[in-house]
């Protein structure tokens, strides 16, 4: 059954303003990932939270965690153009990542 | 940092024939590697997981003799999509574990392989 859940399906922004992307699961982690994938190519780790953590930094990005609500929100600041990307949730069940549907991000410069 | 390499990136082919995939971490040692499957728009499909020495691990409704996984070393894993027919065109992306977070599954992605039968 598909564990992650991503809202919204597609967020277009202009560039300079924040990206918000939410990511609903079911079942219980061992962490929750993002990752980002470019068109027509593999995705590229970008932040991992453990499911003892609620919130973390990376650079321009704020991942926050809720696992009593089962939810995660991936914030990235000040968006640029080159931000342009799909970005999805993995759910880390202890041995295999399941990925959510993803949210196609498009920043216009 | 560890890097995936994925062969070949585009590979048109007609209904009928084999074709391989090969997956190969550069760096770093790969006793597992992970075989997914994209469709446009959409989320990735883990197909199997491939074990070095060992035969792969199929997710349900896989087919095992269809799509045959080979892990011949701890750095090459390969993907035979074997009597290929139109309805298996994707986008095929493999994966290791490669990066160092303690009790966490952390992926490197190959760049993806896009398959097109005719």
């Known amino acids: 059954s598909q564990q992650g859940e991503e809202d919204p399906q597609a967020l277009s922004i202009q560039e300079g303003e924040n990206a918000t992307m939410n990511c609903s699961y079911k079942t219980s982690i061992n962490n929750l990932q993002w990752y980002r994938q470019n068109s027509g190519r593999g995705l590229v780790h970008l932040i991992l939270?453990?499911?003892?953590?609620r919130e973390k930094h990376s650079g321009r990005l704020r991942v926050t965690l809720d696992t009593s609500k089962k939810s995660s929100s991936l914030l990235i600041t000040a968006s640029r153009a080159a931000d342009t990307a799909s970005y999805f949730c993995a759910t880390d069940g202890y041995g295999k990542l399941t990925f959510g549907q993803g949210t196609i991000l498009t920043v216009h410069p | 940092g560890a890097v995936v390499s994925q062969h070949p990136s585009r590979v048109i082919c007609k209904s009928g024939t084999s074709v391989k995939i090969e997956c190969r971490s550069l760096?770093?040692?790969?006793?597992?590697m992970f075989w997914y499957r994209q469709f446009p728009k959409k989320s990735l499909m883990l197909m199997a997981t491939s074990n070095e020495g060992s035969k792969a691990t199929y997710e349900q409704g896989v087919e095992k003799d269809k799509f045959l996984i080979n892990h011949a070393s701890l750095t090459l894993s390969t993907l035979t999509v074997t009597s290929a027919h139109p309805e298996d065109s994707s986008f095929y992306i493999c994966?290791?574990?490669?990066?160092?977070?303690?009790?966490?599954?952390?992926?490197?992605f190959g760049a993806g392989s896009r398959l097109t039968v005719l």
């Open positions: 939270i453990r499911s003892n953590e």
């Open positions: 760096d770093f040692q790969a006793t597992t």
């Open positions: 994966s290791a574990p490669g990066q160092a977070y303690s009790g966490a599954n952390v992926l490197t």
